[in-house]
């Protein structure tokens, strides 16, 4: 079976600091990972994604994400957040649901708020 | 980037009737659609999967005949709520997939059953 966890509900960073929100994956096989931000009322918006190759992921927004085998971990990060980076982040994870199809599986999600 | 749309993007209803949503997509073709439910500060629900031309998978407890959904072409899913309740009341969001390609996601739709 697989799953997401984000530990976090909530992480406050104050604009211009770095941030990081956590995630932490369980799956069979080779994870393929995604990064996902919800802003209010909205669908989700796609940030970046590991499937292979460098373990440090570059996305959409100024965005990275660092994968990590041995911790099994997928955490995004960003050097310096803006107040406009505040909403709503999912990380997620591809994998067979109990029909078999292919699917994802998102963890709980990470509210990010950037204090200005 | 791939474009998913939803329509409408919010809806009120009263208890007892039937709403309709739809998703497509707009610059590819999508061989597989999906129906998520979020509640409010909380993550996104698998309701079904669809592949266009076949009938819909539907997660565990989620009820098929209260959760029409049909995939009726490569570019357009939709999502029948039937007699709606107040519980029904809720953000859905369709996603849809190409061969090979990762989900993309529509705009979501808010609902609300009075």
């Known amino acids: 079976a697989q799953s997401v966890a984000q530990p976090e509900d909530q992480v406050n960073v104050a604009e211009g600091n770095p941030l990081t929100v956590k995630c932490t994956y369980s799956?069979?096989?080779?994870?393929?990972l995604f990064w996902y931000v919800q802003y209010p009322n909205r669908g989700l918006q796609f940030l970046l994604k590991y499937i292979t190759g460098d373990n440090l992921v570059k996305g959409s927004y100024g965005f990275e994400a660092e994968f990590n085998k041995s911790q099994t971990s997928f955490h995004l990060k960003k050097p310096s957040a803006l107040v406009s980076d505040s909403a709503l982040y999912f990380c997620?994870?591809?994998?067979?649901?109990?029909?078999?199809?292919?699917?994802?599986?998102f963890g709980t999600g990470t509210r990010l708020t950037v204090i200005p | 980037g791939a474009v998913v749309s939803q329509h409408p993007s919010w809806v009120i209803c009263k208890s007892g009737t039937s709403v309709k949503i739809e998703c497509r997509s707009l610059?590819?073709?999508?061989?597989?659609m999906f129906w998520y439910r979020q509640f409010p500060k909380q993550s996104l629900m698998l309701m079904a999967t669809s592949n266009e031309g076949s009938k819909a998978t539907y997660e565990q407890g989620v009820e098929k005949d209260k959760f029409l959904i049909n995939h009726a072409s490569l570019t357009l899913s939709t999502l029948t709520v039937t007699s709606a309740h107040p519980e029904d009341s809720s953000f859905y969001i369709c996603?849809?997939?190409?061969?090979?390609?990762?989900?993309?996601f529509g705009p979501g739709t808010r609902l609300t059953v009075t």
């Open positions: 610059d590819f073709q999508a061989t597989t």
């Open positions: 997620a994870v591809r994998g067979y649901d109990q029909t078999g199809a292919n699917n994802l599986f």
């Open positions: 799956v069979s096989g080779n994870p393929y």
């Open positions: 996603s849809a997939r190409a061969a090979g390609l990762e989900q993309y």
